[in-house]
């Protein structure tokens, strides 16, 4: 199934890191993007102001989309009643909700590589979508959730979902010096290009209904942790970069 392109595609979190990434490569694609943040989004073709708590607010932004790009997350462990549950969990079963209502034929969850914390720690490699779960704290358990809901949504309600496990995206100077000095943190960077390649190719891609896991991250600086393989054969995308490609910036 092709998703209209006369329709824009709401990305959430689109002023955030690598809803930004999201924002650009489907603009340069000559998509429309309705942008969902709690602040205004720079790039987009509508930019909406809200709150992903405010149902209603969700449910406005998702009427007459083509897709919804669900990136908007507290992306780090953090107090989980005050601040998980309502974006991480309240927020994501409005934004399924609203693509339920709305009718909207494909979302894309964020995930994380964090859901598979031990594994990533331990080997073996590299970790194949379907490995068992072995979250690494509360962030990662709000992931585990989504992913599961998006079954939810494909069996009883149609959906075309594609569950989506992030490599390391820094967002600050003080995350890439930590990426920089992490093992692991090279071999699973994910660059802003190679997210913009992934988000138009998503998109763009004739999917059939149904639910999909799969792992995005930039070529490996020594050792493949992820299996992309499963990437490619669903969207025909490969990644190009490698760290610190795209994020030279924050090492200054």
Not at 82 to 96: A, C, D, E, K
Not at 134 to 144: G, I, L
Not at 202 to 221: D, F, H, K, M, N
């Amino acid at each position: 199934m092709m998703i209209d392109k006369q329709k824009p595609i709401l990305v959430t979190g689109a002023a955030g890191s690598i809803g930004q990434a999201a924002v650009a490569g489907l603009i340069g694609a000559g998509w429309q993007v309705r942008g969902f943040d709690m602040r205004p989004t720079s790039g987009c073709s509508e930019s909406v102001v809200g709150d992903l708590t405010d149902a209603a607010a969700v449910r406005a932004a998702a009427e007459g989309v083509g897709a919804i790009i669900h990136m908007a997350a507290v992306p780090e462990d953090e107090d989980f009643l005050t601040r998980l549950l309502p974006s991480n969990i309240i927020g994501l079963h409005h934004v399924l909700e609203a693509a339920r209502l709305a009718g909207v034929p494909r979302v894309v969850l964020a995930s994380t590589g964090q859901v598979v914390w031990w594994q990533l720690l331990e080997g073996p490699w590299p970790i194949e979508p379907d490995a068992p779960i072995s979250p690494k704290h509360w962030y990662a358990a709000t992931k585990v959730l989504a992913e599961a809901a998006g079954q939810v949504y494909v069996r009883s309600h149609g959906l075309t979902v594609v569950a989506l496990r992030l490599g390391w995206f820094p967002r600050t100077p003080e995350h890439a010096a930590e990426l920089n000095e992490t093992p692991r943190g090279p071999n699973v960077y994910l660059s802003p290009g190679d997210a913009a390649r992934f988000f138009v190719r998503v998109i763009e891609a004739p999917l059939e209904q149904g639910y999909s896991v799969v792992w995005l991250a930039s070529r490996p600086l020594n050792e493949q942790l992820f299996n992309l393989e499963p990437t490619t054969r669903l969207i025909d995308w490969e990644p190009r970069d490698q760290w610190p490609t795209g994020s030279e910036h924050l090492l200054q």
